[in-house]
């Protein structure tokens, strides 16, 4: 048995995660490739490779080989597979050998992008390779009954996109997917503090930022925090302080556009279901749904519940392991 290791692999543009039916979540590293320029070799990956982000001599560059959801760069996210699988198989003593994958894929992916991933998996020699749209993943991750007749409305904010899917009968009903999550957070903040400060921030600051002091609610209590950058005018480094609602206003524009892809998603679910939303809300799930305040925003604005997923971070990464067993029917459901 040992040759048919069941894993599943959540590509997030931010994060890969590794889920095994045996062990659970056995990986979550950042989507990050250090390559050396001359010899094309992998310098480091994930966590280390992102540590080196912005701090590198010009021979090694850091790559994101995801961008928006889908494989920017086959050949790197090709090495960067590969050298996840050697690290689990070390970690955890997992045997990598013929496996059988489900690859979650975002719902609006062309076939050329579903291809992409399928090759860039298949390439690590896997026995058999599933490809599973991300909000059923997601839905499955969050403990939601999918193979049931009821409206699962599921919203994940992920690093690259943004998924909104209503599942029913194992199958998506309706489903919007917009080019918005975390990274685009992160680079609006970046934008504001270059505009309204002349200062220039790199995307690790921008990300602690949004930790700290992000908020979705624009009544939130308000908070502060110091930046570190580097003067535009004088080129010198510089300090200065950000509120929360400066925050706030600089992911305005990208939060709205996540709520109007969960309302014309809304718009179009069949009658019959809208009655299960009413009672059973909407669930969040991906990294972007931790931000300050984003369940109570949504709520305001929507006029129903909404949950947060028992393990966020995780849920597109379990529910592509866990959908092993309801692979068949969730494949005669897409069709």
Known sequence: MLSNTEIGIDLGTANVLIYSKQKGVVLNEPSVVAIDVHTKNVVAVGTEAKEMVGKTPKNIVPIRPLQEGVI????VTAKMLKEFMKKVSKKVGLSMRKPIVVVCTPSGSTSVERRAIHNAVSSYGAKQVHLIE???????????????????VIVDIGGGTTEVGIISFGGV????AIRVGGDRFDNEIIQYIRKEYNVLIG?????????????AHPDHKQTETE??????????PKTLTVTSSEIHSALKESLDQILEAIRSTLENCPPELSGDIVDHGIVLTGGGSLLNGIQDWLSDEIFVPVHLA???LESVAIGTGKSLKI?????????
């Open 203 to 215: 995307d690790r600051t921008a990300e602690n930022i949004k930790i700290e002091i992000g908020n």
């Open 227 to 236: 930046v570190r950058g580097r003067d535009m005018v004088t080129g010198l």
């Open 327 to 335: 692979i068949d029917k969730l494949q005669k459901a897409s069709k």
């Open 72 to 75: 920017a760069d086959y050949d």
């Open 173 to 176: 009903v309706s489903c919007n």
């Open 310 to 312: 028992p393990n966020p």
């Open 134 to 152: 991300e909000p059923v993943a997601a839905a499955i991750g969050a403990d939601l009954p999918v193979d049931e007749p009821l409206a699962n």
